[in-house]
């Protein structure tokens, strides 16, 4: 403990330094925990032996029992004389030395990529491609993605298909992988109890995003007979919408997908017949009660998927953001500049050291790709000096219009969104205050249960 307490009170100048000193610490907690556990163990005496130990040494002849065991320890000591026993205290000594004289290897503790520098960046661009490569999503540019890929409440329902849970278990797997290297301190596992519990809760409520409860549900797990005396065409039963086809399909046992225009057809070909009469091909085959009950672990798989990433999105909050910016950065370079940065790339002392550095700024001007202010021209034509409030996104300051109208489909903004329970739609486009998100969307649902097919129907009988 003495060891680990020494490293934790040790100042770390760079980030390799927390990087590399978390690891140190981690390993010393494993094997403080691995040894508790064996001493466990041996209390617990699952095994029986510590209790025939016991028993041998308080017998009769314990002396001579005493006497047979020395002997066998001078004879493995003869029989290996250089065996030594190494104390836990002296492994944690070994760790300090090696920090105190580091090698290369010492120096890289952890393996990351070229584009992560070491554990400052983000590496997406194998889930990028994945992403891309998605049936009916959107191709974005992979700046863009960076800002957008946990908003996953925006992609539409009848999109995250196996390709799409495909999706999430790579981005998620990275995520988990990522954090274990940047933060080992962190226990993942109780971080996956907290994720399980909260999203049960949400998930039962029907609050979880993206994921809404389908109000028809129950009809459309059951089936619902529909009385077509009172429609006299196909067009007018097209009115009641997609859900209430359905349920009156599955009902009389019919084929319930296609188009609104098709479900409408199909059921208005049965009016006046009797089931036996309707041609045999209408009728679905092989139906399965279990059906409904798959699809609906099956979401529940991928929403659960969808609760973790977010949940590392909001821990890795701070190495989205510097990627972002690097990125951003890299693609404002020319090809030419990109090279000569390659080439006099220099090294993390320096780097730190030109962070340090403390940049004559009296107009507080926001700093350029090179980490110098911008022009003073510049900062007033992008209307630089004109701050924006979002109360959404925790008070946060936007500085101006460019900024601030983007920032509504960034990830700030879409976790506030999501905190107050309310999908980041559209419908909520500048939008800041908590309150006027809360009352629009209480206004929007009461609209969309007001005009629901089966209230219409109720309010026209």
């Given at each position: 403990?003495?060891?680990?307490?020494?490293?934790?009170?040790?100042?770390?100048?760079?980030?390799?330094?927390?990087?590399?000193?978390?690891?140190?610490?981690?390993?010393?907690?494993?094997?403080?925990?691995?040894?508790?556990?064996?001493?466990?163990?041996?209390?617990?005496?699952?095994?029986?032996?510590?209790?025939?130990?016991?028993?041998?040494?308080?017998?009769?002849?314990?002396?001579?029992?005493?006497?047979?065991?020395?002997?066998?320890?001078?004879?493995?000591?003869?029989?290996?004389?250089?065996?030594?026993?190494?104390?836990?205290?002296?492994?944690?000594?070994?760790?300090?030395?090696?920090?105190?004289?580091?090698?290369?290897?010492?120096?890289?503790?952890?393996?990351?990529?070229?584009?992560?520098?070491?554990?400052?960046?983000?590496?997406?661009?194998?889930?990028?491609?994945?992403?891309?490569?998605?049936?009916?999503?959107?191709?974005?540019?992979?700046?863009?993605?960076?800002?957008?890929?946990?908003?996953?409440?925006?992609?539409?329902?009848?999109?995250?298909?196996?390709?799409?849970?495909?999706?999430?278990?790579?981005?998620?797997?990275?995520?988990?992988?990522?954090?274990?290297?940047?933060?080992?301190?962190?226990?993942?596992?109780?971080?996956?109890?907290?994720?399980?519990?909260?999203?049960?809760?949400?998930?039962?409520?029907?609050?979880?995003?993206?994921?809404?409860?389908?109000?028809?549900?129950?009809?459309?797990?059951?089936?619902?007979?529909?009385?077509?005396?009172?429609?006299?065409?196909?067009?007018?039963?097209?009115?009641?919408?997609?859900?209430?086809?359905?349920?009156?399909?599955?009902?009389?046992?019919?084929?319930?997908?296609?188009?609104?225009?098709?479900?409408?057809?199909?059921?208005?070909?049965?009016?006046?017949?009797?089931?036996?009469?309707?041609?045999?091909?209408?009728?679905?085959?092989?139906?399965?009660?279990?059906?409904?009950?798959?699809?609906?672990?099956?979401?529940?798989?991928?929403?659960?998927?969808?609760?973790?990433?977010?949940?590392?999105?909001?821990?890795?909050?701070?190495?989205?953001?510097?990627?972002?910016?690097?990125?951003?950065?890299?693609?404002?370079?020319?090809?030419?500049?990109?090279?000569?940065?390659?080439?006099?790339?220099?090294?993390?002392?320096?780097?730190?050291?030109?962070?340090?550095?403390?940049?004559?700024?009296?107009?507080?001007?926001?700093?350029?790709?090179?980490?110098?202010?911008?022009?003073?021209?510049?900062?007033?034509?992008?209307?630089?000096?004109?701050?924006?409030?979002?109360?959404?996104?925790?008070?946060?300051?936007?500085?101006?219009?460019?900024?601030?109208?983007?920032?509504?489909?960034?990830?700030?903004?879409?976790?506030?969104?999501r905190c107050l329970g309310i999908p980041?739609?559209?419908?909520?486009?500048?939008?800041?205050?908590?309150?006027?998100?809360?009352?629009?969307?209480?206004?929007?649902?009461?609209?969309?249960?007001?005009?629901?097919?089966?209230?219409?129907?109720h309010r026209v009988n």
């Amino acid at each position: 403990m003495d060891a680990k307490t020494k490293e934790m009170l040790t100042k770390k100048t760079t980030l390799r330094d927390q990087i590399n000193s978390d690891h140190r610490v981690r390993a010393m907690l494993d094997r403080y925990m691995e040894v508790s556990a064996n001493l466990r163990d041996l209390y617990e005496d699952k095994d029986g032996m510590r209790k025939d130990e016991l028993n041998a040494i308080s017998g009769p002849n314990e002396f001579a029992e005493f006497y047979n065991r020395l002997k066998v320890i001078k004879e493995f000591h003869r029989k290996h004389p250089n065996e030594i026993c190494v104390p836990m205290s002296v492994e944690f000594e070994e760790l300090m030395k090696a920090k105190d004289n580091p090698s290369e290897e010492a120096q890289n503790l952890v393996e990351f990529t070229d584009e992560e520098g070491y554990g400052r960046y983000l590496d997406l661009h194998d889930c990028y491609l994945k992403y891309i490569n998605l049936k009916g999503v959107e191709k974005l540019e992979y700046v863009t993605y960076l800002s957008t890929f946990d908003q996953l409440f925006d992609i539409s329902k009848d999109r995250k298909n196996a390709e799409y849970k495909k999706y999430l278990e790579m981005l998620l797997e990275y995520l988990q992988e990522y954090t274990d290297r940047v933060k080992p301190l962190l226990d993942q596992n109780e971080l996956y109890g907290k994720i399980l519990a909260e999203f049960e809760k949400k998930w039962e409520s029907g609050m979880f995003p993206g994921w809404p409860k389908e109000t028809s549900s129950a009809l459309t797990h059951a089936g619902a007979h529909l009385d077509l005396s009172a429609f006299s065409s196909w067009e007018e039963l097209a009115s009641l919408g997609l859900d209430r086809l359905k349920s009156a399909l599955m009902a009389l046992g019919l084929k319930c997908g296609g188009t609104l225009e098709e479900r409408a057809q199909r059921l208005f070909s049965t009016k006046g017949k009797s089931l036996e009469s309707l041609d045999p091909s209408l009728f679905a085959k092989n139906p399965k009660a279990k059906g409904p009950k798959k699809d609906s672990e099956r979401n529940k798989e991928s929403a659960f998927l969808e609760a973790q990433i977010y949940e590392y999105v909001e821990i890795l909050g701070e190495q989205r953001q510097l990627t972002h910016e690097n990125v951003q950065r890299k693609q404002a370079r020319t090809g030419e500049e990109r090279d000569e940065e390659d080439e006099e790339q220099p090294s993390e002392s320096e780097s730190e050291d030109e962070d340090n550095e403390i940049i004559y700024n009296p107009k507080n001007l926001p700093l350029g790709w090179d980490g110098k202010p911008i022009p003073y021209w510049l900062y007033k034509l992008h209307g630089l000096n004109i701050n924006y409030n979002c109360e959404i996104c925790g008070n946060y300051m936007y500085r101006g219009p460019k900024a601030f109208q983007r920032h509504f489909a960034e990830w700030r903004h879409a976790h506030g969104m999501r905190c107050l329970g309310i999908p980041n739609t559209a419908h909520f486009a500048n939008v800041t205050q908590i309150e006027d998100a809360v009352s629009r969307e209480y206004s929007n649902s009461s609209q969309i249960y007001i005009n629901h097919p089966i209230h219409a129907m109720h309010r026209v009988n």
